[in-house]
């Protein structure tokens, strides 16, 4: 048996993470938008923000996918960090939960070439943030 995998098999992996009918296809790309601030007398350090994020990689067709986070500030982009998104197949969305000074989720939702998403603090659900952003170069 030969200790490598043939390279038609990894084309074909290829291209079943990348139709257009699955999950990880419906993320990919470039996306570009606004993350607003929900409630700034309640979340006083929070900024409204121009964002840009690259999910650039896919383990499945249905995930986990790696999000590049990035704020453009004065016209520069500034990396906010990389998520690892998992997909959730009840509300068609894609997740991470994380700690800062409280848990949190952020949770993004494809539809079509725009990308819908919330920052909400856990357990309570209440939302912090929301972002709109669009797909693009």
């Known amino acids: 048996m030969p200790d490598t995998i043939p390279s038609c098999v990894v084309l074909l992996a290829g291209l079943l993470l990348q139709a257009p009918g699955t999950p990880a296809a419906r993320i990919l790309g470039t996306w570009r938008g606004t993350s607003t601030c929900v409630d700034k007398q309640t979340d006083r350090a929070c900024t409204d923000e121009v964002v840009i994020y690259d999910v650039d ?8 996918v790696r999000m590049s986070a990035d704020k453009v500030v004065d016209g520069v982009r500034q990396s906010m960090g990389v998520l690892r998104l998992q997909y959730d ?49």
């Open 57 to 64: 990689s896919a383990a499945g067709p249905r995930g986990p």
């Open 89 to 137: 197949s009840t509300s068609r969305t894609w997740f991470v939960d994380f700690t800062t000074r409280v848990p949190v989720r952020w949770r993004f939702e494809p539809q079509g070439d725009v990308l819908v998403g919330t920052l909400t603090e856990e357990p309570s659900a209440r939302v912090i943030r929301r972002v709109t952003a669009r797909r693009g170069p």
